[in-house]
């Protein structure tokens, strides 16, 4: 396990895309976490409902890890890994297609890029850094993600992974929306 979170903390560049760069996240990121994650409010309507902690938001229960990416050494977007939770919607699809136990999953959320970094596969690589981590602890990477944000959805398909269906989510503030649950490419 040692050996997995020395190999996380490595920052990953990619010489095609100068100036990009993903890393585990720190305590000390949150606060540009959460301005970067006001912006996209602003821009995308994510997340849907403003939350009124949003640090905690970016931390919660079940986290088992967080990246952020950086675009010219400026935070530039954010992703978690987390253990699912009862609300969530993709870990019993993908059980009752596969057969496999819910809690064999790690459910990718938070996954937002700044309006001014798009267009430098910054969330195709905090995507790929979140999968790569939940198939180094032997879960299959699941995600819930609102039918109302359909360019959300085409990210998920042009990445390749797979429609497991479609349920509503109830939310801690009452409302009841309709998501699509997806499953990571076979790895």
Known sequence: MADLEERADVVASDPGR????????????????????GDVHTA????????????AWLTPDGLLAAWVAELDGRPAGHVGLSRSDPGDV???LWSGRTGGRPELTAVIGRLYVAPAARGHRIGARLTASAVAHARALG???VLDVVA???????????????LLGSAEQRWAS??????????????
Do not use: I, K, N, Q
Request: charged fraction near 20%; proline fraction near 10%; include cysteine.
């Open 174 to 187: 009452g409302r009841t929306v309709l998501v699509h649950g997806f499953a990571a490419p076979r790895g």
């Open 44 to 55: 995308d309507g994510y997340p849907t409902e403003w939350p009124d902690r949003p640090a």
């Open 148 to 162: 109302t944000h359909p360019g959300a959805v085409a990210f998920y398909r042009r990445l390749g992974w797979t």
């Open 90 to 92: 993709a870990p019993g």
């Open 139 to 141: 879960l299959h990477p």
């Open 18 to 37: 100068a100036g990009v760069s993903v890393r585990r996240r720190r305590a000390t990121d949150l606060a540009d976490c959460v301005r970067v994650l």
